[in-house]
């Protein structure tokens, strides 16, 4: 069981940088692969970013590769998404989820707004 809480979010300029925070409680937080989803208004739901359990292997999808970056503390629970050069295209709900199998994202946050302003 892990329960998880997304922070950071909020309203920024174009090509201004926002940090995403996600924080998990849980004994078996370590164990599990992390991502982040954003889903714009009317928009599916898109990958965003994943960090593997050590934190030694990161994949971006690749309207965000070079300007987020994934990381992870496990010591503190908490996955970050570090976000530069932000666009208004990158306006949406931000989500954190925690992936206990293959694609099986068990557990979800409930999401913090980001709106990037032109």
């Known amino acids: 069981q892990v329960q998880l809480v997304e922070s950071g979010g909020g309203l920024v300029q174009a090509g201004g940088s926002l940090r995403l925070s996600c924080a998990a409680s849980?004994?078996?937080?370590?164990?599990?692969?992390m991502n982040w989803f954003r889903q714009a208004p009317g928009k599916e739901r898109e990958f965003v970013a994943a960090i593997s359990w050590s934190g030694d292997s990161t994949r971006y999808a690749a309207s965000v590769r070079g300007r987020f970056s994934i990381s992870r503390d496990n010591a503190k629970n908490t996955v970050y998404l570090q976000m530069n050069n932000l666009k208004p295209e990158d306006t949406a709900v931000y989500y954190c989820a925690a992936e206990v199998g293959y694609r099986d994202y068990a557990y979800w946050g409930q999401g913090t707004q980001v709106t990037v302003s032109s």
């Open positions: 849980g004994r078996t937080f370590s164990s599990y692969s």
